[in-house]
């Protein structure tokens, strides 16, 4: 009797802005080996694949050899499962609608599912984290956007096309800041790292309170969070605005879904207390009555660098075998 080799390991692939980190990992979510490269070297799409291609080759060939390997997970910025592509992401450099699962899968002759970064943390908190037994949950990250996913009933709720969960391009101030999406007062305007910085040129430019934040000539979201820790108070008024905000679109979100749980991930989130205060606040002030007091927040529990090739990764086993090569 033949026996069929069982694959134990996936990879797991995160494609940021600046850095494509990649991972080979066993089915009990051990991170085996990684490795990195920069994501802007290739503006191309071809050129990339081929480049992200020969990176996933040369990983798992070292780490246990090619025939180990199930399957593969990416984590994308406007990522669509149910299409496998990366949809008119306004942030990374790759336009259009970019096939980029099936891209992958004809190189490598391997499964491949694609998410974006919400979904795919979503997958790897549910899996690995701080949603492990929770059946309905909001996921939010916050870094050069915002984006979310919601669990209902164990399961992601991707939407009729895939594109569930935006709250990034829900309207927060109407006729507001002009968002890369080509609509005006998105929420992501105003809670994610580039609304955090144009919050605190708002606030500076309304009083004359000295500020170390004045004398800085590129601000950054970092240093705005920095500040509030020294105890800078137009930095803290700034966080006080970005978490009031969040905490109102939450609320909304919150009121529509019942969730039992909301897990706050993303660069954004090290501001800790000088944003999570008034986002709890904002969101007791307007959430429905009766859901009022239900909800957890919840940090994540995966290592930062981790969490989002483990998201992947646990995205992988999902979507169905393939391989050339049977």
């Known amino acids: 009797m033949a026996y069929e080799i069982l694959k134990t390991r996936v990879v797991g692939v995160d494609i940021g802005l600046d850095t494509t980190m990649l991972a080979v990992v066993d089915i009990r979510g051990n991170i085996l080996a ?44 406007s990522g669509n499962f149910r299409m496998g592509s990366m949809v008119n992401s306004p942030n990374m450099p790759w336009k259009g609608v970019v096939p980029l699962a099936a891209m992958l899968r004809d190189r490598l002759g391997l499964a491949v599912a694609l998410g974006n970064n919400a979904h795919v943390r979503a997958i790897g908190e549910h899996a690995y984290g701080a949603a492990h037994g929770l059946k309905n949950f909001i996921l939010l990250t916050i870094g050069n956007g915002v984006g979310s996913c919601l ?131 904002a969101f007791n002030e307007h959430v429905f009555h009766n859901i009022q007091g239900n909800v957890k927040f919840l940090a994540s529990a995966l290592e930062e660098g981790e969490m989002d090739v483990l998201g992947a990764s646990a995205l992988a086993w999902e979507v169905e075998e393939y391989s050339l090569f049977k």
Not at 57 to 64: F, I, P
Not at 164 to 182: N, P, S
């Open 151 to 281: 669990f209902s009933e164990g399961q992601p709720h991707l939407g009729q096309n895939g594109f569930a969960g935006e709250i990034g391009h829900t309207c927060a101030v109407v006729g507001g800041r002009q968002c890369g999406c080509g609509h005006k007062g998105c929420l992501e305007m105003y809670v994610s790292t580039k609304g955090i910085v144009l919050t605190a040129k708002e606030v500076l430019a309304e009083s004359s309170e000295p500020s170390p934040l004045r004398q800085v000539e590129n601000l950054t979201y970092k240093q705005v969070i920095a500040f509030c820790f020294e105890g800078d108070a137009v930095a803290r008024e700034t966080m006080r605005r970005v978490g009031t905000m969040l905490g109102v679109g939450l609320a909304n979100y919150a009121s529509v879904v019942n969730p039992e749980a909301i897990i706050l991930t993303g660069r954004v989130t090290h501001a800790r207390e000088w944003l999570i205060d008034p986002v709890e606040k």
């Open 34 to 77: 990684k490795s990195s490269f920069p994501t802007g070297d290739n503006p191309n799409i071809a050129d990339y694949t081929s480049r992200l291609s020969e990176q996933i080759l040369m990983l798992v060939e070292e780490n246990g050899g090619y025939e180990s390997i199930r399957s593969v997970g990416i984590s994308v910025p």
